[in-house]
Every structure is written in C-alpha cells, then in structure tokens.
C-alpha cells in the first residue's frame, strides 16, 4: 500500500516569513495530492490539491509543487500569517480495489510566531 | 456546522463497554469514512463505504464495525476488543471515489475509555 512520510513534525516561522513542508510517498500510481489544514478544535478542511499531470499549482499565498519522478510533494506558504498556525496534512490518493483511498501523512504543526 | 454531523463531542465509556458513534450527513455524498486521530499518527483510516448496505475495511479496521443501512448516516462501533480505543475520530464525506474528490470532515468525537 501507499505509505506518506512528512517532514517536518513541526515547524515555527515569524510572520511574514515563508513555511514549506515536504512529503513523499511510495506508490507511483498515486495521481492525487491533497493538503488539508486542521486549526485547533476544529476540522480538517481542504486548502490545496494538485493532480498528477500538473507540476505546481498557485491559491493566494499557497502553492504546491509536485515531482512525480522524486515521488515527493511540497506545500509552499508565502507571507505567513497568524491565522495559517495549524496542523497541516498531505496526503495521497492512489487506485485500488474499484476504488481510491487517501492515505495522509502524519502532519506537520505549524506555529506563525507574532 | 452544516454537511457532516458527528455525536456526541466528547463521550466517555468504561473498558469493556461497546460505544457506537454517530455521523449524519446532508450532502447527499456516496461515498462515507471513519478516520481515527492520534497525537503524531495522522489520520488512519478504519472503515469506508461507497455505497449503502457496503462497506470495506481500512488500515485498522480491527476492533470497529460499521454499517450503512441509509446513505446519510454512517455509525461507527467502537467494541470492547479495540486495546486503545481512547482518540479522536473523524467522519468523512466526499461525492464519489474519485481521486479528486474532497473529503468533508465532521466535528470530530472525542472518546475516552478507563
């Protein structure tokens, strides 16, 4: 099966700086990569998701890169604020059985520091 | 919040005891999951069903049993063969099993077993 690894566990920036956080996964058929985001107390939701056939991918402030052939995803935060301290996920999606599941990483909490 | 409802918020049970999770949704989603979070684990996930009256075991299925007898609803049992029942867990939603679509996230409940 797929197995993510993501990198850092946690990560401090002082606002205004960058955070990038790195995952890799295992299984070469994995065609979708997903972010999500957790705040404190609340629920995952989704930020971000590239596909395989795209390289990077732009929202605002956040963007994802992708390289298929390193089999490892990144997601980019420019101009951090307070309000992106969270838990952040990746995750990857890939087939099997009729059906696709996501297998995440083990997430990476980020602190933007005032 | 609206889509994906979860009951109760927090619950409490004694070893040994069977304790059944609730999760409703009004998405009108196919597709339903249960995720378990621990501290530093990630999301993993227990249980999904595609389609009413099926469901399929994820990567730690052991000691859980679902259903789904109708499409908005999704319960989780927690048995007393579960070792560390005690962690948070999350339902999911998302339209079908394609690679991309996004999964909505419940609540959360939070259960503690002594």
């Known amino acids: 099966g797929e197995n993510v690894e993501q990198h850092p566990s946690t990560l401090s920036v002082q606002e205004g700086d960058s955070a990038v956080i790195k995952c890799t996964y295992s299984?070469?058929?994995?065609?979708?990569f997903p972010w999500y985001k957790q705040e404190l107390g609340k629920r995952p939701q989704l930020i971000i998701d590239?596909?395989?056939?795209?390289g990077e991918k732009k929202d605002q402030r956040i963007a994802v890169t992708l390289n298929k052939t390193a089999k490892h995803f990144s997601l980019h935060i420019t101009e951090t604020q307070p309000e992106d301290s969270a838990v952040y996920f990746c995750?990857?999606?890939?087939?099997?059985?009729?059906?696709?599941?996501?297998?995440f990483g083990k997430g990476t909490k980020l602190s933007v520091i005032p | 919040d609206g889509g994906i409802t979860q009951s109760p918020k927090y619950l409490f049970r004694k070893e040994g005891q069977n304790v059944t999770l609730s999760c409703e949704q009004n998405?009108?989603?196919?597709?339903m999951y249960w995720y378990r979070q621990d501290p530093g684990q990630g999301l993993r996930l227990i249980y999904y069903?595609?389609?009413?009256?099926?469901?399929q075991k994820g990567d730690i299925a052991e000691g859980y049993s679902v259903s789904r007898e109708k499409k908005e609803s999704f319960p989780l049992t927690v048995t007393s063969a579960q070792k560390n029942p005690t962690a948070f867990y999350l339902c999911?939603?998302?339209?079908?099993?394609?690679?991309?679509?996004?999964?909505?996230f419940g609540n959360g409940t939070r259960l503690t077993v002594t």
């Open positions: 995750a990857a999606t890939s087939p099997g059985a009729g059906s696709y599941q996501l297998t």
């Open positions: 590239i596909r395989s056939n795209v």
């Open positions: 998405l009108n989603h196919d597709a």
């Open positions: 069903s595609q389609i009413v009256n099926d469901f």
């Open positions: 999911a939603s998302s339209a079908g099993t394609a690679p991309n679509s996004p999964l909505h």
């Open positions: 299984d070469s058929a994995s065609n979708y």
